[in-house]
Nanobody, 121 residues
Framework: QVQPVESGGGSVPAGGSLRLSCEAS????????LGWFRQAPGMARQFVAA???????TYAGSVKGRFTISRDNAKNTVYLQMNNLQPQDTARYSC???????????????WGQGTQVPVSS
């Protein structure tokens, strides 16, 4: 069983930065892909970024160049550095674990509870 737990959310003004962390328990962390998704109120869940077991990364077009995903296998943790945040980035951000790199939420088996990121204008 793998249980991701997110941290690092909070209010931030437009143009600000925030780093989210997600620690996932389990001995197979290094062989897994990790993804970040977000969901704004009344909206469908949206892919943000993912990193594969070999450090290959993929991003949604809306965050490319502003967000950076990385992983630390020694700490069983994946990070999402978010720069130049905008009000449209306001959402609940969740991390998830998959057996392969994917931008589709259906490919992810384990999900965290999420952390709120409100961005004020």
């Amino acid at each position: 069983q793998v249980q991701p737990v997110e941290s690092g959310g909070g209010s931030v003004p437009a143009g600000g930065s925030l780093r989210l962390s997600c620690e996932a328990s389990g001995r197979t962390f290094s062989s897994r892909a990790l993804g970040w998704f977000r969901q704004a109120p009344g909206m469908a869940r949206q892919f943000v970024a993912a990193v594969g077991h070999n450090d290959e990364v993929t991003y949604a077009g809306s965050v490319k160049g502003r967000f950076t995903i990385s992983r630390d296998n020694a700490k069983n943790t994946v990070y999402l550095q978010m720069n130049n945040l905008q009000p449209q980035d306001t959402a609940r951000y969740s991390c998830a674990v998959s057996s392969r790199l994917s931008s589709y939420d259906r490919d992810y088996n384990y999900w965290g509870q999420g952390t709120q990121v409100p961005v004020s204008s």
